[in-house]
């Protein structure tokens, strides 16, 4: 198994252009989230899906939009990118709550914007 | 929105030593997670813990849940070189279908 993959890797947008970062899981997992990290902030949420077709805000939703069309990928999608969006960007999954909510990490998306 | 405050922010220490970080909140959880991240890669689970007073070990790294559910610390005895990186709490509450991390702790061995 894959794990959790992330695509692209690295990027650098200028300000107002958009762009979409692909994260998919071979686990089955149902749950799929979608976090921020900057320097001493931590992992801050943004969205997350708990089943294919839904997704929910997190902590820090603005200027970002996502969707779980299929139970496997999590789309994040940037439509104007602004330099404070600029930061390390990780997906997770797990299988569900309780002893299920242990989640797997994919090895983030570097976005840089000008 | 949920705080998990995790302490200390950074440690400097040197080969062999033993090493104790914690995380504390307000709010009761029902899991703690510890999860450890190195430079240019996702965070990789460390330890689970899903019921309070639990006591946990992974090798050289032990774990426990509070008994009051709302703090937890990891442990990791004899450090060696690459136990360096950034280690996170993370915590359930329950039906939150999410977790809440703490800010981190960045630690730096010398050898």
């Known amino acids: 198994n894959a794990g959790v993959t992330q695509t692209p890797k690295f990027r650098v947008l200028k300000t107002g252009q958009s762009m979409t970062l692909l994260c998919a899981q071979d686990?089955?997992?149902?749950?799929m989230y979608w976090y921020r990290q900057d320097p001493g902030m931590g992992l801050r949420l943004i969205h997350y899906?708990?089943?294919?077709?839904?997704?929910a805000k997190g902590e820090v939703p603005d200027g970002y939009n996502v969707s779980r069309l299929k139970k496997q990928n999590f789309l994040l999608g940037l439509e104007s990118a602004a330099p404070s969006q600029t930061s390390v960007y990780f997906c997770?999954?797990?299988?569900?709550?309780?002893?299920?909510?242990?989640?797997?990490f994919g090895p983030g998306t570097r976005l840089t914007v000008l | 929105g949920q705080q998990l405050n995790q302490s200390p922010q950074s440690m400097f220490i040197q080969e062999g030593e033993d090493v104790s970080m914690n995380c504390t909140s307000s709010s009761i959880f029902n899991t703690w997670l510890w999860y450890k991240q190195e430079p240019g890669e996702g965070p990789v689970l460390l330890i689970a813990?899903?019921?309070?007073?639990e006591l946990t070990s992974n090798g050289r790294l032990t774990a426990q849940f509070g008994i009051t559910r709302k703090d937890s610390f990891l442990n990791i005895s004899a450090s060696i070189p690459s136990d360096v990186g950034i280690y996170f709490c993370a915590g359930e509450i329950q039906g939150a279908q999410k977790l809440v991390f703490g800010q981190g702790t960045r630690l730096t061995i010398n050898p």
């Open positions: 997770a999954s797990n299988e569900g709550q309780g002893r299920y909510n242990e989640q797997f």
């Open positions: 899906s708990v089943g294919e077709g839904t997704t």
């Open positions: 813990l899903y019921k309070a007073g």
């Open positions: 686990m089955n997992h149902e749950y």
